[in-house]
């Protein structure tokens, strides 16, 4: 527990309705408070980190000048949100967040009426904003509504889609543009360059937004306190669409994070006068560093091939490839739906694009992977890293969904690695194969298989027997193998490392099906219309009569907590398995390990 008698303003301090009574020169010592109570809390069990340092003045001055939860405030993305959970109710279980059964990671409708609109990836805050304040006018209601975006969020196609809406409405809409010069990494692209620019000229940013039909206020110094109130004191009394522009500093007040403001994005605990150690020993790789070292050798090997990235490079592992190969390595900002359409251009004109991409914001370029790249049966490589459950960041970062919306898609190749070498010869599989090809890999590290220097191929569509057993036959994708494994040696039964999703081996699956009792498909997908259902699908296509149990993520979305406990309520850990299978076949079970 953190001592709040070291924190003697923030202890009285239970709602923004506490927050409203404290005097305006008191309200740096809040902020400053805040931002130590901050520094306490994520260094005691990590989180995000930086971008909450650097609206701590803001969110006080927000929560102290508008009258929320009756006025609407709407937060984008939300890793920027600790301050704001803090004063909202939460402060005292702030050091629970991303746990199991602890404070979500991002806001959550759920979770407190003060998180108006449940977010976790970027720049949908003004479409939501603006769509609460039409809803509103309709009804007479005078309440405001404030959108909070980062610039790097203002990328995305989508605010611009929201801007261009609302400029031509009478909504009472105010967006603050909290201006730090970041996404994860550095800003990229035409408007970062603008923005750069406000210290020139007040008129660059102000003209770009007026000619969209917003009264512009600002550049201000979103880290004094009496210029912030000023300010929103001053548009809250304007009506219709208006834009606050408010310049703050990633990891504002913790020197550390201020000089390392990629590093200090998110963390783990630290010490807080110590900042962030790294670990030393070698330590196994993770499949982010097995597809940063593939698409290195694949560059040196092949100088068609291109690095797309939209904001990732970090998480995504193109830091080397974006250092060894410059003129090759694209970064698009905050835009999967160009980052894919942009691949397919490439594609048309004889290049190799390969798209970095997490499973779960692949979901936002769906259309543009359907028309842009398979209806035209174009040669885009697309890995995808986080598939599967991803835990700490919760439902809005899993990557449940990857199998069953590309599964679907004529043209494409779907292949899940079991292992980290798997990865890198489907990786080169993928990208030498003609066509849209999609390889999805987990979070983290894999089970410690040697990698190998090559660039080798798998045959297309052919699974891996890996034991012959009888009467069951387990059918594997992906990062299940491991405890499938176990549980098929325990009970001698066929075990088939699946490694394509699409085109499956069905030459395989009919050949099993004819000495098999029954099947059993285990994956890191949602069931429903997943790996499993193409099995199912193949058995029906030819006429075969088979049980199957499909084990895999349930038809609902997954709560935070580690990876190991999200696999566990979803029941695919080893001991839930085991059970599944043995509640479902009890007799086939029996009988293989009667005659092992």
């Known amino acids: ?137 309709r009804k007479g209601d005078t309440r405001q509504f404030v959108a909070v975006i980062g610039d790097g969020a203002m990328t995305a196609g989508m605010a611009f889609e929201a801007l261009d809406h609302a400029g031509d409405l009478s909504a009472n809409l105010l967006v603050v543009l909290n201006d730090n010069g970041m996404s994860i990494s550095e800003n990229v692209g035409g408007l970062a360059k603008r923005l750069e620019k406000r210290d020139e000229s007040v008129s660059v940013p102000s003209t770009m937004f007026e000619e969209l039909g917003f009264h512009y206020t600002g550049p201000i110094d979103g880290h004094d306190m009496p210029t912030l109130l000023a300010a929103l004191r001053e548009v809250k009394e304007l009506s219709g669409p208006r834009l ?124 543009q992977a359907i028309h842009d790249v398979a209806l035209q049966n174009l040669d885009v490589t697309f890995a995808i890293d986080r598939a599967g459950a991803v835990g700490p960041d919760g439902a809005t970062h899993a990557g449940s969904f990857d199998l069953t919306f590309l599964r679907c898609l004529p043209n494409m190749t779907i292949m899940a690695p079991a292992d980290e070498n798997e990865c890198r010869s489907m990786l080169t599989t993928g990208f030498r194969h003609q066509g849209p090809a999609a390889i999805r890999y987990p979070r983290g590290t894999g089970p410690g298989v040697a990698i190998g220097k090559t660039l080798e191929t798998l045959p297309i569509g052919k699974a891996d027997l890996r034991r012959r057993g009888r009467g069951l036959a387990i059918l594997s994708f992906g990062a299940m193998l491991a405890p499938a494994a176990e549980i098929a040696k325990e009970i001698d039964a066929t075990l088939v490392n699946m490694r394509f999703v699409k085109p499956l081996d069905e030459t395989l699956i009919l050949e099993l099906a004819k000495d098999h009792q029954a099947f059993v498909t285990i994956e890191d997908n949602a069931i429903a219309g997943g790996a499993g259902s193409g099995v199912a699908e193949c058995l029906a296509a030819h006429g075969v009569t088979l049980p199957i149990l499909h084990l895999g993520l349930p038809d609902a979305y997954l709560e935070h907590g580690t990876r190991e406990e999200v696999l566990s309520e979803a029941g695919l850990d080893l001991p839930s398995i085991r059970q599944a299978i043995r509640t479902r076949f009890p007799l086939l079970v029996s009988l293989s390990q009667a005659s092992a």
């Open 1 to 137: 527990m953190i001592d709040l008698s070291r924190y003697p303003h923030l202890s009285r301090i239970q709602t923004p309705a506490d927050l409203r009574g404290v005097p305006d020169d008191q309200l740096q010592t809040v902020a400053d408070e805040l931002r130590q109570y901050l520094i306490e809390a994520v260094a005691s069990v990590g989180g995000h980190f930086g971008a909450g340092l650097g609206v701590v003045e803001l969110t006080v001055a927000l929560h102290h000048e508008f009258d929320t939860p009756h006025d609407r405030l709407v937060w984008d993305v939300g890793h920027q949100c600790y301050p704001h959970k803090i004063l909202t109710g939460r402060r005292d279980r702030i050091t629970t967040i991303k746990k199991k059964g602890g404070l979500a990671p991002f806001p959550r409708r759920e979770e407190s009426e003060y998180d108006t609109f449940g977010v976790g990836h970027s720049s949908t805050s003004i479409s939501a904003a603006l769509g609460m304040a039409i809803a509103a006018q």
């Open 244 to 367: 606050l522009h408010v310049i703050t500093t990633k990891g504002k007040g913790y020197a550390p994070a201020e000089q390392a403001q990629i590093e200090y994005h998110a963390v783990g605990p630290f010490d807080p006068t110590a900042g962030v150690v790294k670990k030393a020993g070698a330590t196994k790789p993770t499949y982010s560093d097995v597809f940063s070292d593939w698409l290195c050798d694949m560059a040196a090997a092949d100088e068609r091939l291109f690095g797309i990235t939209p904001a990732m490079r970090e998480g995504s592992g193109l830091v080397r490839f974006s250092q060894e190969y410059p003129q090759r390595y694209i970064d698009v900002a905050i835009a999967e739906q160009h980052a894919v359409t942009l691949a397919a251009g490439m594609a048309c004109e004889g290049a190799k694009p390969v798209v970095a991409i997490y499973s779960t914001f692949l979901q936002r370029a769906y259309d």
